[in-house]
Every structure is written in C-alpha cells, then in structure tokens.
T-cell receptor, first 110, second 113 residues
C-alpha cells in the first residue's frame, strides 16, 4: 500500500532555531517528491520538488534531502522565523497521482 | 495571475441537505483536481478533470458525490445528501498540463451537523 509517513506530528521551536522534519514513504513507482507548506486556513504551497536523482535542493532557508534507496526525505529549516509556523506536508508523486503525508505542524515561538 | 479560487470558504449544513462547492482554476489550466482532508487524516485525491472530461474519479467516496466541469472552466462538487462523515476540507487544484505542479486553492471547510 502506498503510504507517506511524517514525523514528528508536531514541533515547537524558538525563533532563530533550526529544525528538521522527516518523511518516509513506501510508494511505487516513484516519480518525484514535494514538500508543501500549508498556512492555517490556506491551501498547500509547493516549497521544493525532488526527482529520483537529486539528493539535496535548497529554497532559501529551506533545504530538502532525498535518499531514494532508503525512501526517506527531510526538510531542514534554518534560522526559523515566526512566519514559518505552518503545517509541512510531504507529497510523493507516483504516475501523476499525489500521495500525501499527514503533515508536521510547526510552531515557531518568539 | 489569479490563483485557484474556491467558494464558499466555509459551509455548515445539516445532515441530509445538499451542498455545492465551486472551484475556479487558474485561467488556461486544463487539469483540475479535487481533494479532501477529513479530520486527523491526510489529504486524499477525489477526482481529476482534463478540460470537461473526467480523467480519473477513482477517489470519489460514493455516489452521493457528483463533480462537473461543464465547458471545461470552473468545476462544481455536489454532495447530496450530506452525511456526517463528509465533514472536512475540500481542496481544488489545477495545472496547465498533467504532471506539472498543481496549484491549490484555499479549500472549502465543510461541516455537517
């Protein structure tokens, strides 16, 4: 069964600190993997896309990694800001179908 | 470029009533998708239109749900009659071509009482 598991379920950090969110997947066939940010009351917005051959990709303070052998991805947020408070959703694309994780709810406190 | 817009943003109805959700995709996007997130669960696919045709409706939960996209522009998703388990957030997304990044609307939060 195609599944995307994320951890932790929720996370509270202080402003300025770094954090890493994890995503494990059992999806086949694999096309690519995306990390989305979803602010409260808004729709998901794509942060990064990782293809099978990519190990690391950065978008500002966000850095995503992908290990296609172990089927794991991570999203690292550097120097967190209050505006980073949101849910971060790992999505694996398989044959055009999006398979979502439940997300990690990140709260950044001053 | 205007994003994907959904209407209403919230809807509260009683069990047994009918509700229609609307999605306006980004102009020029032939692909339109409906998704749903129920409380505590992940977002799940409902169906996919290419222009006015249903490409894949394998995620539709049952025949109480009817999606249309007449003319290949906006789409509606009707729930009739609504049941308690239909509560959740319904998202619409669109893309110009299949396989390209999907742009999501802000969703309709549906509450069935």
């Amino acid at each position: 069964k195609n599944q995307v598991e994320q951890s932790p379920q929720s996370l509270i950090i202080l402003e300025g600190k770094n954090c890493t969110l994890q995503c494990n997947y059992t999806v086949s066939p694999f096309s690519n993997l995306r990390w989305y940010k979803q602010d409260t009351g808004r729709g998901p917005v794509s942060l990064t896309i990782m293809t099978f051959s990519e190990n690391t990709k950065s978008n500002g303070r966000y850095t995503a990694t992908l290990d296609a052998d172990t089927k794991q991805s991570s999203l690292h947020i550097t120097a967190s800001q209050l505006s980073d408070s949101a849910s971060y959703i790992c999505v694996v694309i398989s044959q055009g179908n999006l398979i979502f994780g439940k997300g990690t709810k990140l709260s950044v406190k001053p | 470029e205007a994003g994907v817009t959904q209407f209403p943003s919230h809807s509260v109805i009683e069990k047994g009533q009918t509700v229609t959700l609307r999605c306006d995709p980004i102009s020029g996007h032939d692909n339109l998708y409906w998704y749903r997130r129920v409380m505590g669960k992940e977002i799940k696919f409902l169906l996919h239109f290419v222009k006015e045709s249903k490409q894949d409706e394998s995620g539709m939960p049952n025949n109480r749900f009817l999606a249309e996209r007449t003319g290949g522009t906006y789409s509606t998703l009707k729930v009739q009659p609504a049941e308690l388990e239909d509560s959740g957030v319904y998202f619409c997304a669109s893309s110009r071509r299949e396989g390209e990044p999907q742009h999501f609307g802000d969703g309709t939060r549906l509450s069935i009482l």
